[in-house]
């Protein structure tokens, strides 16, 4: 696939053919996103993929704090990724304080790059998803079983998809630069 097909043609996906996702292909995402970048190289994304049944579906009525259109999404997805990142790196020295003013905010940032990365990855794979913000992170993280050290960045719902979303508008270039 060309790169900027990539970019350009990736939509945020949310209805699923009912065929689950192979092991092989969740895994050769997981490669690709593996060369996002990250703070001092710290690699602190990891990827819990969720396919029991009955788990995705306590995700989906306990822990998306009653948003019904993104349990909905979850329940209707072969497979739910939780991406979780090691606490206490990105954007840390060694002694633990914090590198920029940032604090540790740049942890999400770098699971942000990671998740996008995951999607992209995804997408070549023909494989659809949506990134999900709205969730409480500590019920995720008590139902998943997030390991300690952990916290929970996004929730992606993936699998083949039953639609083709099409482009929203996007703003124009000079909306979006400035030069000085």
């Not at 996702?21 to 996002?36: F, Y």
């Not at 009653?66 to 739910?80: E, S, V, W």
């Not at 997030?146 to 992606?156: C, D, R, T």
Request: glycine share 8%; with cysteine; aromatic share 8%.
């Amino acid at each position: 696939m060309e790169f900027l097909e990539g970019i350009k043609g990736r939509r945020s996906v949310r209805k699923f053919k009912d065929a689950p996702v192979g092991h092989d292909v969740l895994k050769r995402i997981v490669e690709t996103a593996a060369c996002a970048p990250s703070w001092k190289n710290t690699q602190i994304a990891r990827y819990i993929v969720v396919e029991d049944k009955t788990l995705k579906n306590e995700i989906a009525e306990g822990c998306v704090m009653d948003f019904a259109f993104n349990a909905a999404t979850i329940k209707n997805a072969p497979a739910l990724v939780i991406v979780t990142y090691i606490a206490g790196r990105s954007g840390f020295e060694r002694d633990g304080s914090f590198s920029t003013s940032k604090e540790d905010r740049w942890e999400m940032f770098d699971a942000g790059i990671a998740s996008q990365t995951f999607c992209l990855a995804a997408y070549n794979e023909g494989v659809g998803s949506v990134i999900m913000g709205i969730f409480d992170e500590d019920k995720v993280g008590k139902a998943a079983g997030v390991p300690e050290g952990q916290k929970v960045a996004a929730l992606i719902p993936v699998g083949y998809p039953d639609e083709q979303p099409q482009m929203p508008k996007r703003k124009t270039v000079e909306e979006l630069v400035s030069f000085k």
